[in-house]
């Protein structure tokens, strides 16, 4: 690849995706759900540079940039550590950030059927996870645990805000997801799709969610909460059942990454 281009003015118009984003995580003015994707770090870079995601530019402190092996096209530029610290508006100990072209998201029918409408298949499905890192940490753990793809609600976090994506460590990238915005009434299209809708909470009168036979029910979709409410009645209500992390008496609930993790592992 070309030797980067070194930027000695933070103001260089050709960094403008990585300007100030301490302001909220992406571009000031840029609309929620909108503007480049950032990634940071030279293994979420990686996968970035794996997925089908185009990368706008990359920009690092001297010898990451290069390190990378940027394919041809790729706009890669290097600055030293303050003055990057001034173009991005705070400290990056990843020492390299990269920007990339988001996609829509995936059409809804096209989410539940998968590749092949009759294999097995699991899904994460969210309801007002307005927590980035939780987000991500969910996307990190959905990827390892054999989650097929993410479901949100309207309410979500952004899964691409910047926080997300580095919590994910870049993972979040490769797993597709859609937009459910008849909630939770649409929930009923999973269900004429063929999935088993397991809702998640601490309830004693649910289920456990051991009982719940991974091969008796190859279509399931895990519905997960924000961090303290949990899963609004309506949401449980719609589901096919309600089920429960059993736990030692005195502790009442989990972090939601943390009962997701489980109740991934456990439904793989």
Known sequence: MPAPVVITDP?????????DLKAGDRPEGTPRWGGPVIVEGVPAVQRLLASPYRVRAVLGVPGRVAALDLPEGV????????????????????????????????????????????A??????????????????????ALALGIDGLLLDPRCADPFYRRSVRVSMGHVLALPFAVLTDWPAGLDRLHDAGYTTVALTPAPDAIDLADLDPVAHPRTAVL?????????????????????????????????AAAAAIAFATLR
């Open 224 to 256: 997960l909460g924000a961090e303290g409410p949990g899963l609004t009645p309506e949401a449980q209500q719609a589901a096919t059942v309600r089920a429960r992390i059993p736990m030692r008496a005195g502790v009442d609930s989990l972090g939601v």
């Open 120 to 141: 097995p298949r699991r899904l994460a499905v969210l309801e007002g996870l307005n927590d980035a890192e939780n987000l991500g940490s969910i996307a990190r753990s």
């Open 75 to 118: 706009a890669a530029y290097e600055a030293d550590k303050w003055l990057l610290s001034e173009v991005i508006g705070f400290r990056l100990t990843r020492g390299v950030i990269a920007s990339a072209d988001r996609h829509p998201p995936a059409p809804l029918d096209e989410l539940l059927a998968g590749p092949d409408p009759s």
């Open 11 to 19: 103001q260089d118009p050709r960094v403008a995706d990585f300007r």
